[in-house]
């Protein structure tokens, strides 16, 4: 485990056991003497925050389709495409484009966000008996992911809850690939406290949570091929580094911790009917993002040898040659009040936020040779930040009936960095099918990008040497039509067309040249000056049904983001499909799903990984090959338990031994998934 071990801890955990255990010995759902079911799905009832800010207060049904279930995007928080290292829980990036509307001070240190579940998304439920779930799934390959939740009524108007999950991964190259004490390769654990509470004339409405994440990941620096993996001198062959056990790593010392703590309050108050509600937003967050690599001379490796060190190919000498430990925390807090509300065509939402912050960054200097006393503490070198920062935003909008409806919402956030500020602002206008939507952002950079302090790297954007604004425009049209009648169609369709200028990205050392084995290494962020980048963006999706068989496809083209030259990188087509046969068996007591699906993506030179900041940057001597990944799958649903069975990568070898996640990671190999989920209505 990656908590503290402190006692505290394991009694609240014993605790959480004892708790989220007790349902498991009752039954599913509730019934009376005549075996009719009183509690069950149709009775219990899933509210966000979300809800409440748009002043909704009955949430919806919890979701117990069978579609989402079998697919690894939704098992974690973050459901879209992701250029990642090849396992669950690796650090990952968006794979297309997605606009920031992120403003103010942030750290700039993302990859292992998909993982975290931010405070503000916390599932509430209302149901007339307690309620628990827990999902387990396991594969071959090591890939694990569990979750327990549980919440129960205390009176008529408040509920408490409390849930707990854990990611895992083992080795699927190098060291440790064939199992054995070295085969764990990440380890993420998580613990959520919520509760809500409202008064019986439903006027003032509270929601509370508490997460804790620790997450805990080996860093492998990719795989090292060997002399022989060419097929010139000079020219890898990419095919020959498909062998799983065989293949070598970079490092055997490197670990990355990003641990996440998040205090989150929400109340509201309606003042006059539903047509002025106050409310208030209490937030309070840490993030601490730790590298460690604490052996860079010695050798290992066989039949290479190698060391950590000779990873990190630096044009200066590393401040500490024998140790790297970088850490960074960042602490804020936040309060947001503002006023909402909503008639039968009107709606609105104005807020103000304050925000504090602070940013903290130290590496480890060696221990000076004139030492003497061998507990003297290792000396360092550190910097440290404050920040204080004023957002005002909101949002409007006005529908008639379902003819058409127009929705305005903005953020501004005045002076700091930028003497203009920030400011992101949406306008959005429907009628009927068709819609239209304008975006327009200006963002400074992260913190990250404005300074880092480590071993290895170092850099300081600022004063006269601070990087402008990234300005944003996007302009997109869609259409979203259903045809309930002709086969149950469902298209959706959208185009865009998007300018960013003064991109501020992270970029490649140009002074070091790479090699078959290795990539230029990171030189550090930089920002695009002259001229600004056209994207050229069409997404579709199409659904339908034919008898039992449903079809399911969707892809993503994108034209200005894929030629060497450029500072944005993303495939040229991304697509996913899925054709399932859906039916009810023995006498409707299950309900199964047999199916396949595909995912693929072009080629494309995608971003090199940095393990010691934590940062995905563009490098232009790796092209990820194009490859496509299918699986086939059976889902059965008994009541309140559904169980999965997958067979993933399933066409491995056909064209490819295997396929890159990013430049020198490899992909999971063909493998077996085994997946429960069981929900306890008592």
Do not use: C
Not at 123 to 130: E, F, I
Not at 328 to 339: C, K, L, S
Not at 583 to 605: D, I, M, N, R
């Amino acid at each position: 485990m990656v908590f503290p071990s402190t006692a505290a801890t394991r009694w609240l955990f014993l605790l959480l056991g004892l708790v989220l255990g007790a349902p498991l010995l009752g039954q599913a759902q509730i019934v009376d003497d005549s075996t009719k079911v009183l509690y069950g799905p149709k009775t219990t009832r899933v509210i966000y925050e979300a809800d409440l800010r748009r002043d909704s207060t009955r949430g919806v049904l919890i979701d117990t389709a069978l579609v989402r279930w079998p697919q690894q995007k939704y098992w974690l928080h973050d459901s879209t495409f992701q250029q990642e290292l090849g396992t669950v829980g690796s650090a990952s990036r968006p794979l297309l484009f997605q606009p920031n509307t992120e403003l103010g001070a942030r750290l700039g240190r993302n990859v292992f966000d998909r993982y975290a579940l931010d405070a503000s998304q916390v599932p509430y439920y209302d149901s007339r008996s307690p309620y628990s779930f827990f999902r387990f799934i396991q594969s071959g390959a090591g890939e694990q992911v569990f979750e327990i939740s549980y919440s129960r009524s205390l009176k008529k108007n408040f509920s408490i809850g409390a849930a707990y999950e854990r990611f895992a991964s083992n080795r699927i190259v190098g060291p440790g690939a064939s199992g054995g004490i070295d085969a764990n390769l990440v380890e993420h654990n998580a613990a959520r406290f919520f509760a809500r509470y409202q008064t019986d004339d439903e006027r003032y409405h509270l929601l509370v949570s508490l997460v804790d994440t620790r997450h805990r990941a080996l860093e492998q620096g990719g795989v090292l091929p060997f002399a022989s993996d060419t097929i010139v001198p000079g020219k890898l062959n990419p095919n020959r580094l498909f062998v799983y056990e065989r293949a070598q790593v970079n490092l055997a010392y490197a670990t990355n911790t990003d641990d996440r703590d998040q205090l989150h309050l929400f109340h509201s108050y309606r003042l006059l009917g539903r047509g002025v509600t106050a409310y208030h937003v209490f937030d309070i967050r840490r993030q601490y993002n730790g590298y460690i690599d604490n052996n860079l001379t010695g050798a290992f490796n066989s039949p290479v040898t190698t060391t950590d060190g000779a990873f990190y190919q630096a044009r200066t000498p590393l401040r500490n040659p024998t140790l790297t430990a970088d850490r960074v925390t960042y602490r804020q807090a936040e309060n947001t009040v503002g006023f909402l509300g909503r008639t039968d065509r009107i709606a609105y939402d104005v807020y103000a936020r304050y925000r504090i912050a602070s940013l903290n960054q130290s590496t480890q200097l060696p221990i000076p040779a004139t030492s003497i006393n061998p507990t003297t503490p290792a000396p360092s070198i550190s910097l440290s930040r404050t920040y204080s920062q004023i957002f005002l935003g909101g949002t409007a909008s006005f529908n008639y009936r379902t003819i058409y409806a127009v929705e305005v919402a903005g953020e501004y956030k005045p002076l700091g960095y930028n003497p203009l500020g920030e400011y992101w602002l949406r306008g959005r206008i429907r009628t009927g099918p068709l819609s239209a939507e304008l975006l327009t952002t200006s963002s400074a950079p992260t913190l990250t990008q404005q300074l880092q302090q480590g071993n290895r790297y170092t850099w300081q954007f600022e004063g006269e040497n601070k990087f402008d604004n990234t300005n944003v425009n996007q302009l997109t049209g869609r259409l979203q039509q259903r045809l309930p009648l002709l086969a149950d169609h469902s298209i959706d369709a959208s185009f865009s067309v998007a300018n960013i200028a003064g991109l501020v990205y992270y970029t490649y050392d140009p002074a070091i040249s790479p090699a078959y084995n290795r990539l230029s290494p990171l030189l550090g962020p930089a920002q695009k000056k002259e001229g600004s980048i056209q994207l050229l963006i069409a997404t579709a999706r199409h659904r339908f049904r034919v008898g039992k068989v449903y079809f399911d496809n969707q892809g993503t083209y994108t034209l200005g983001a894929s030629a060497d030259s450029t500072v944005l990188r993303i495939p040229t087509l991304v697509t996913e499909s899925r054709v399932y046969y859906q039916t009810h068996v023995f006498k409707k007591a299950l309900l199964a799903q047999l199916g396949a699906e595909l995912y693929y993506q072009s080629a494309f030179k995608g971003y090199g990984y940095s393990p010691s900041v934590q940062q995905f940057y563009v490098q232009n001597s790796f092209t990820i090959r194009n490859y496509a990944v299918a699986n086939v799958f059976l889902t059965a649903d008994i009541k309140a338990a559904t169980i999965f069975l997958k067979v993933a990568y399933l066409n491995q070898g056909l064209g490819h031994e295997g396929y890159f996640a990013s430049p020198f990671y490899i992909g999971y190999p063909r493998r077996l998934q085994l997946g429960v989920r069981w929900r306890f209505f008592t």
